[in-house]
């Protein structure tokens, strides 16, 4: 029952047109609709290790994770420069842990870099909840206790060329608890890739 639930709100609110905000000539172009899909691999690593000690990266092996994400702008910001948008993301964990997880991040998305004319180039951070369809055994083994239910945040960046409607996504994908909002300890930080698509 929660799941037919978060489909309809999730579907509600995809429907949703985007809140208008007034033309300026120095706005990024405003994107509608995108599909993301990516896959990579788990880490036994914090997720600050990604940012001071990228070579330490310790991966999982037997880790693979690939995701499907639809997401939508609900709003804009900063004269067209920040869209506040909603993403609903379907996960298929397979190897050392088999199961689905399903998150639902609200992400506010920044548009407006000075090299977009020759890279077209997004920042993107998004939290939100995330539900497991099986208890996650790699995040008992890499955290040494995990949960179910736990809090979602990702960092992404997005580069493409200003012509196209495709862009290359590199993603920090991070499950927690919240500073102890959803238990003591749990989680796992992986990096995924993909591609992305303006629609």
Request: net charge neutral.
């Given at each position: ?72 702008p609900v709003a ?34 920044w548009h407006a ?87």
């Amino acid at each position: 029952m929660r799941i037919h639930a978060g489909a309809v709100a999730l579907s509600a609110l995809l429907s949703m047109p985007p809140m208008a905000m007034p033309a300026r000539a120095d706005e990024a172009p405003r994107a509608g609709m995108a599909w993301t899909l990516l896959a990579g691999q788990s880490t036994r690593n914090q997720w600050e290790d990604f940012f001071t000690a990228p070579r330490s990266l310790d991966f999982v092996n037997d880790s693979r994770l690939y995701v499907g994400a639809l997401s939508k702008p609900v709003a804009w910001l900063q004269g067209g420069r920040m869209s506040v948008e909603l993403e609903g993301q379907l996960v298929r964990h397979a190897g050392a842990q088999r199961h689905w997880e399903a998150n639902l991040p609200v992400v506010a998305r920044w548009h407006a870099f000075p090299w977009n004319a020759d890279l077209r180039t997004t920042a993107a951070f998004g939290v939100g909840p995330s539900w497991s369809s099986r208890h996650p055994v790699l995040e008992d083994e890499v955290k040494g206790e995990s949960h179910r239910w736990l809090a979602h945040w990702f960092f992404e960046i997005t580069l493409g060329a200003p012509e196209r409607d495709w862009d290359v996504s590199i993603r920090l994908h991070h499950r927690s608890t919240a500073f102890g909002l959803f238990g003591e300890e749990g989680g796992l930080n992986s990096l995924v890739l993909g591609l992305r698509r303006s629609f």
